[in-house]
């Protein structure tokens, strides 16, 4: 007997078809049926609409924080007082005569000066860039912050708070920059406070410096994570930004839907020194005149409760995270009645990005949802970059799997190349980068002779005889190796196998197997592992791991994986569980905690050789018959 149909939360896609141009040797392109349409000049007249016609709404939100943490009370800046900061802040920058060869770099935290501090440079014209702050606070060498500094050459560095950036600011910043601090003080140097940039009086050429930018302007540098390279600068431009939540727009109707009705609301973490947080989401906010609920929580154990608590309060519109925060809120939601009333009551859509969601978490989200509401939430998702604004690709209807990417939004214009035995795409339009800042070489490597941008995406047809369907992920063309035996192994399709198998107990899995005879795995855990081992919370993760629950659990993982292989290059032939954190000073992890294959290769080598040649402990191997 047939199931019927399971019920969403209405949703309208805005792109649901797509024109297809064959090109010479396989090479196939694919644009939206519908153009893009016009846009603003520069992020900086959405500002000014919106403190015009909505002057009281609240902007931004964060809990008032006091030395014991975050109180219950929200402090709230409205478009008006963003304006009247951005202006002020934007005349103490023009009085520094700071330009992009003298940006601004900003060490902090989401925080409500530090979005007062980005308004005020895009609307003085001074590139502005947000550095990760774990490359302050976490990192032991400083190695990448130096390199960001000595990349930007910034004329004034901003810090939230000098007891968690002064050691970094005393290791790596000249001492001839200027400092400007929010909280606190540092020994031996001056510094400038916050409030001193936020008390300075306009000028008329506060104004005339905002309508000299325009769409070439460059707004921000954002940098990529790295993987064996350092990181390399993305010069991100007014137009770029622009055009690309105009594209969004597009692409997700909800969102002018919800601009006539006061505007989207966010309650969100994603850090602003990425795409998905920096560009994506505070762009979507200020862009459609909406509210940012500024997220103090993380998807990880000691920080997962900051984030439920401020869910069970403000109930977003739409919501955005990445899997480990997803899988978090679906084991909450089970038990906790005022999470999912609160949760549910009002989102539209769920978004994920970041890396893949494993099918269980899928299913553990929809099962709250139908249990609460009676119907499902739609979770879009899709591929983007930060050299892409980020947003890129967007789903096409609600029947969303893993992996599914859906189809370009309108204007950009997807190439799609034979490589290698897969299927690479390309991106070209308004919304993507002109190139990496002082970096001219890695400029010209990443264009192709028609000008598109190459991503190392490697992307399938969801279904061949229906091309409006769209797109689905094949992995990163970089990350695929050969077998001893000549054999390929695509790696993202075989560790999004893994992480299902293993969910909700691991958080990635980086594929091993170059020029060996066998693929292996190593997995590194998520947090509910804990769980499964049945200890006491302060029992080494190592012991967890070698633990008889967890062992136990993971060898019926590799057998079943073993029963669901095609062939070599599918067959996880040795699996390690990592006790041992992956490393944010090697590139081997992002601060929204995704892994770099490439990193952990490298510089685990000994390790890899030592799992495939039997002398590593614990090593897991599919059992015989199985």
Same mark, same amino acid.
């Given at each position: 007997?047939?199931?019927?149909?399971?019920?969403?939360?209405? *949703?309208?896609?805005?792109?649901?078809?797509?024109?297809?141009?064959?090109?010479?040797?396989?090479?196939?392109?694919?644009?939206?049926?519908?153009?893009?349409?016009?846009?603003?000049?520069?992020?900086?007249?959405?500002?000014?609409?919106?403190?015009?016609?909505?002057?009281?709404?609240?902007?931004?939100?964060?809990?008032?924080?006091?030395?014991?943490?975050?109180?219950?009370?929200?402090?709230?800046?409205? =478009?008006?007082?963003?304006?009247?900061?951005?202006?002020?802040?934007?005349?103490?920058? *023009?009085?520094?005569? *700071?330009?992009?060869?003298?940006?601004?770099?900003?060490?902090?935290?989401?925080?409500?000066?530090?979005?007062?501090?980005?308004?005020?440079?895009?609307?003085?014209? $001074?590139?502005?860039?947000?550095?990760?702050?774990?490359?302050?606070?976490?990192?032991?060498?400083?190695?990448?912050?130096?390199?960001?500094?000595?990349?930007?050459?910034?004329?004034?560095?901003?810090?939230?708070?000098?007891?968690?950036?002064?050691?970094?600011?005393?290791?790596?910043?000249?001492?001839?920059?200027?400092?400007?601090?929010?909280?606190?003080?540092?020994?031996?140097?001056?510094?400038?406070?916050?409030?001193?940039?936020?008390?300075?009086?306009?000028?008329?050429?506060?104004?005339?410096?905002?309508?000299?930018?325009?769409?070439?302007? $460059?707004?921000?540098?954002?940098?990529?994570?790295?993987?064996?390279?350092?990181?390399?600068?993305?010069?991100?431009?007014?137009?770029?930004?622009?055009?690309?939540?105009?594209?969004?727009?597009?692409?997700?109707?909800?969102?002018?839907?919800?601009?006539?009705?006061?505007?989207?609301?966010?309650?969100?973490?994603?850090?602003?020194?990425?795409?998905?947080?920096?560009?994506?989401?505070?762009?979507?906010?200020?862009?459609?005149?909406?509210?940012? =609920?500024?997220?103090?929580?993380?998807?990880?154990?000691?920080?997962?409760?900051?984030?439920?608590?401020?869910?069970?309060?403000?109930?977003?519109?739409?919501?955005?995270?990445?899997?480990?925060?997803?899988?978090?809120?679906?084991?909450?939601?089970?038990?906790?009645?005022?999470?999912?009333?609160?949760?549910?009551?009002?989102?539209?859509?769920?978004?994920?990005?970041?890396?893949?969601?494993?099918?269980?978490?899928?299913?553990?989200?929809?099962?709250?949802?139908?249990?609460?509401?009676?119907?499902? $939430?739609?979770?879009?998702?899709?591929?983007?970059?930060?050299?892409?604004?980020?947003?890129?690709?967007?789903?096409?209807?609600?029947?969303?799997?893993?992996? =599914?990417?859906?189809?370009?939004?309108?204007?950009?214009?997807?190439?799609?190349?034979?490589?290698?035995?897969?299927?690479?795409?390309? =991106?070209?339009?308004?919304?993507?980068?002109?190139?990496?800042?002082?970096?001219?070489?890695?400029?010209?490597?990443?264009?192709?002779?028609?000008?598109?941008?190459?991503?190392?995406?490697?992307?399938?047809? $969801?279904?061949?005889?229906?091309?409006?369907?769209?797109?689905?992920?094949?992995?990163?063309?970089?990350?695929?190796?050969?077998?001893?035996?000549?054999?390929?192994?695509?790696?993202?399709?075989?560790?999004?196998?893994?992480?299902?198998?293993?969910?909700?107990?691991?958080?990635?899995?980086?594929?091993?197997?170059?020029?060996?005879?066998?693929?292996?795995?190593?997995?590194?855990?998520?947090?509910?592992?804990?769980?499964?081992?049945?200890?006491?919370?302060?029992?080494?993760?190592?012991?967890?791991?070698?633990?008889?629950?967890?062992?136990?659990?993971?060898?019926?993982?590799?057998?079943?994986?073993?029963?669901?292989?095609?062939?070599?290059?599918?067959?996880?032939?040795?699996?390690?569980?990592?006790?041992?954190?992956?490393?944010?000073?090697?590139?081997?992890?992002?601060?929204?905690?995704?892994?770099?294959?490439?990193?952990?290769?490298?510089?685990?080598?000994?390790?890899?050789?030592?799992?495939?040649?039997?002398?590593?402990?614990?090593?897991?191997?599919?059992?015989?018959?199985?």
């Amino acid at each position: 007997m047939n199931q019927p149909a399971p019920r969403y939360r209405p *949703l309208t896609f805005g792109v649901t078809r797509v024109l297809v141009r064959e090109g010479a040797g396989g090479v196939r392109y694919l644009q939206a049926d519908q153009p893009l349409q016009p846009c603003a000049r520069r992020m900086t007249d959405r500002l000014v609409h919106w403190a015009e016609t909505a002057p009281q709404r609240s902007f931004m939100a964060r809990r008032v924080r006091q030395a014991a943490g975050s109180t219950g009370e929200w402090r709230h800046l409205s =478009y008006r007082e963003a304006l009247e900061g951005a202006r002020a802040i934007a005349q103490a920058l *023009l009085d520094r005569g *700071l330009d992009a060869e003298r940006p601004v770099a900003i060490l902090s935290e989401n925080s409500l000066e530090h979005a007062l501090l980005a308004l005020g440079c895009l609307y003085a014209g $001074i590139p502005f860039c947000p550095v990760s702050p774990a490359y302050s606070t976490i990192s032991q060498d400083y190695d990448k912050l130096r390199h960001v500094l000595a990349t930007l050459t910034p004329g004034l560095v901003f810090a939230s708070d000098a007891g968690r950036y002064g050691k970094a600011i005393a290791a790596a910043v000249d001492p001839a920059t200027e400092i400007v601090l929010a909280e606190g003080a540092l020994d031996g140097r001056r510094v400038t406070p916050f409030a001193e940039l936020l008390a300075t009086r306009p000028s008329p050429a506060v104004d005339a410096a905002m309508q000299a930018t325009g769409p070439e302007t $460059i707004a921000k540098f954002l940098f990529t994570s790295g993987s064996t390279k350092l990181p390399k600068a993305v010069i991100n431009t007014h137009g770029m930004w622009c055009s690309n939540q105009q594209q969004m727009r597009q692409s997700m109707p909800v969102l002018a839907e919800q601009e006539a009705q006061g505007g989207p609301v966010l309650v969100d973490w994603l850090p602003w020194n990425h795409t998905f947080g920096g560009n994506h989401n505070f762009g979507l906010t200020l862009y459609n005149g909406g509210t940012l =609920y500024i997220d103090d929580g993380k998807p990880v154990p000691q920080l997962m409760g900051e984030t439920l608590r401020n869910l069970r309060e403000i109930a977003p519109t739409v919501y955005f995270n990445v899997p480990t925060g997803f899988e978090a809120i679906a084991q909450a939601m089970k038990t906790d009645d005022a999470l999912r009333r609160n949760l549910l009551s009002r989102v539209r859509m769920f978004f994920y990005a970041g890396a893949a969601l494993a099918q269980p978490v899928w299913d553990a989200l929809h099962e709250c949802q139908e249990r609460e509401i009676g119907e499902r $939430i739609v979770m879009g998702t899709g591929l983007g970059m930060t050299e892409s604004g980020p947003f890129g690709l967007f789903v096409t209807h609600p029947q969303v799997k893993a992996g =599914y990417l859906g189809l370009p939004t309108p204007g950009l214009q997807l190439k799609l190349v034979p490589m290698e035995g897969k299927t690479e795409v390309r =991106y070209r339009g308004p919304n993507i980068t002109p190139g990496y800042w002082r970096n001219d070489e890695a400029t010209r490597e990443c264009f192709d002779e028609e000008g598109f941008f190459c991503t190392g995406d490697a992307v399938l047809w $969801i279904a061949e005889d229906d091309v409006h369907q769209g797109l689905k992920f094949d992995g990163r063309i970089a990350e695929d190796f050969k077998l001893a035996t000549g054999t390929f192994v695509s790696v993202g399709p075989l560790r999004a196998r893994i992480i299902a198998a293993g969910a909700p107990y691991v958080q990635d899995a980086v594929i091993t197997g170059l020029n060996r005879n066998e693929v292996g795995a190593l997995i590194f855990p998520a947090a509910a592992v804990r769980r499964l081992a049945g200890l006491p919370e302060t029992t080494a993760l190592k012991d967890v791991l070698e633990s008889a629950p967890v062992q136990a659990h993971f060898q019926n993982v590799v057998d079943d994986l073993s029963a669901g292989a095609t062939g070599s290059a599918t067959r996880v032939a040795r699996l390690h569980l990592m006790h041992e954190p992956p490393s944010i000073d090697k590139g081997e992890v992002t601060d929204k905690g995704s892994i770099n294959q490439r990193a952990v290769l490298k510089h685990r080598e000994a390790l890899v050789a030592a799992l495939h040649d039997g002398g590593l402990p614990f090593t897991l191997a599919p059992r015989q018959g199985r």
